[in-house]
């Protein structure tokens, strides 16, 4: 009985002990980890547009500096219009703007998609265009490594560059991961709106299509603007 | 006091390759697949793990004449598994970027045998000196396989070392290629296959 009294109260002592003590490294850490966390996404934002390459290094002052000359983060309502700073409303979409010489470049799209594991958090670019997407990003997800976990590479990422989020009538398609690569003999004509997907991994593919299809229509309202040129002369409005 | 310190080498050394975790005694491969695509990210991984190991081995040899034997493996896990999520969080602190390629394979020590193995074998019959020694070793035995293994692939795979091109580009006009198949899993089988042969064909001579 002693005995048994003396393991509970060993086991209560090492998990006091061990909690005390992940407590202290969690809480220590956090201010370090945020600021990590913090940097990746704007070098993120920055990899959308194609301003940081994957196979350079950029110290985190690099990516600070660069974020803050080139990009610009406003809030649009869900009808297109630019919320000024402060202002309330239901729905406020998060857009980010990338401005070289004082001209409107792309829009960055954050993304929050459903994955196989996880969420899957990343950003998709468009050009000035309002179709063409300029990019896109993956900084968060919890897919299979080496499956579905591809999606935070170039080879798979890369794919998305110059594709369209309309087809050739002009309707709003979205942009969908095929099945595996794209075969030769797949239709030409929606061939700009596909990219080639992960082999083993459909499902990512799959969850991944249907969460960009429907970020993408929440921004329809901004990608029209774009379209009819009304966010360009927004800006040189200011 | 020679006899002691022979035998503080000895804990330290023969993990290191006589006995060494992965090409003798089969433990961790799994880990040992994923994270040796780069040299960078198999030696943080390596690191890791021979931080992980030393402390539990030393923090379970203090404690081995306290700890209830009924409960032992369930201390002995709370142990490890408090130093691999401070291992994690140090990592997400100080190298986010090698800490995101880890994903999760850091926090997956917790079940690799390796630490477990040492735990119950060793630091529960030792003092805590010898036993921090052999963590020492293993960890560097575990590390040492995991960067003879990312050596290869990397330089294959990628014609990289730790980042940077080796192979010049002067190569590749000749007609050479890399090898894409060493950037996938089964390459690192293949390679520790190789090495397992390697040291018992040398281990045969002697």
């Keep these: 009985m002693s005995s048994t009294i003396k393991s509970i109260a060993f086991a209560f002592v090492t998990a006091l002990v061990c909690s005390v003590l992940l407590t202290a490294a969690s809480s220590g850490l956090k201010s370090f980890q945020r600021e990590n966390v913090e940097v990746d996404q704007k070098k993120n934002i920055l990899k959308a547009v194609g301003l940081i390459q994957d196979n350079k290094v950029y110290s985190k002052e690099a990516v600070k500096k660069m974020y803050a000359d080139s990009i610009q983060a406003v809030r649009v309502s869900s ?7 402060g202002e309330a409303v239901d ?3 998060p857009v ?3 401005v070289k010489n004082d001209q409107i470049e792309s829009y960055i799209i954050p993304i929050n998609s459903r994955g196989l594991w996880g969420r899957i958090k990343g950003y998709i670019a468009l050009e000035n265009d309002g179709s063409t997407i300029a990019g896109f990003t993956v900084y968060k997800h919890s897919e299979t490594p ?17 594709k369209k989020i309309l087809d050739r009538q002009g309707n709003f398609v979205s ?21 080639d997907g992960i082999s083993g991994a459909t499902l990512t593919g799959k969850y991944l299509t249907a969460g960009l299809k429907r970020t993408l229509q929440d921004y329809e309202p901004v990608s029209i603007k774009f379209r009819t040129k009304q966010f360009l002369q927004w800006h040189s409005g200011k | 006091m020679k ?12 993990p290191l390759v006589q006995n060494n975790p992965i090409s003798r005694q089969m433990l961790g491969i799994c880990s040992a697949l994923a994270v040796t695509v780069q040299l960078k990210t198999a030696i943080v991984m390596g690191l890791s793990m021979t931080f992980v190991v030393a402390f539990s081995n030393l923090i379970i040899s203090f404690m081995r004449h306290m700890i209830p034997r009924n409960i032992r493996m369930i201390v002995e896990l709370s142990v490890i598994a408090s130093l691999v999520i401070v291992a994690d969080e140090l990592l997400r602190a100080f190298l986010y970027d090698i800490s995101k390629q880890l994903s ?8 690799n045998c390796i630490v477990m193995g040492r735990a119950e074998t060793y630091a529960l019959g030792n003092p805590p000196g010898l036993s921090f020694l052999d963590g020492l070793g293993n960890g560097a035995g575990y590390g040492s396989v995991l960067v003879c293994v990312a050596f290869i692939r990397e330089l294959l795979g990628a014609g990289k070392i730790l980042g940077y091109q080796v192979v010049p580009a002067g ?12 950037q996938l899993a089964p390459a690192a089988f293949i390679i520790i296959g190789l090495l397992v042969w390697l040291q018992h064909a040398l281990s045969k001579t002697k």
């Design chain 1, 175 to 195: 942009i969908s991961i095929a099945k595996g690569e794209l075969s030769p003999s797949f239709p030409k004509e929606k061939k700009p709106n596909y990219v």
């Design chain 1, 96 to 98: 980010y703007i990338y």
């Design chain 2, 171 to 182: 190569v590749y006009g000749l007609g050479y290629e890399n090898m894409g198949f060493m």
């Design chain 2, 3 to 14: 006899l002691t310190a022979s035998k503080h080498m000895k804990a330290f050394s023969t």
């Design chain 1, 146 to 162: 080496g499956l579905g976990g591809e999606i935070e590479k170039r080879w798979f990422q890369k794919n998305f560059k110059g």
């Design chain 1, 91 to 93: 729905t406020a979409l």
């Design chain 1, 79 to 85: 009808n297109g219009a630019i919320l000024k700073q």
């Design chain 2, 104 to 111: 999760v394979f850091v926090g997956l020590i917790i079940t």
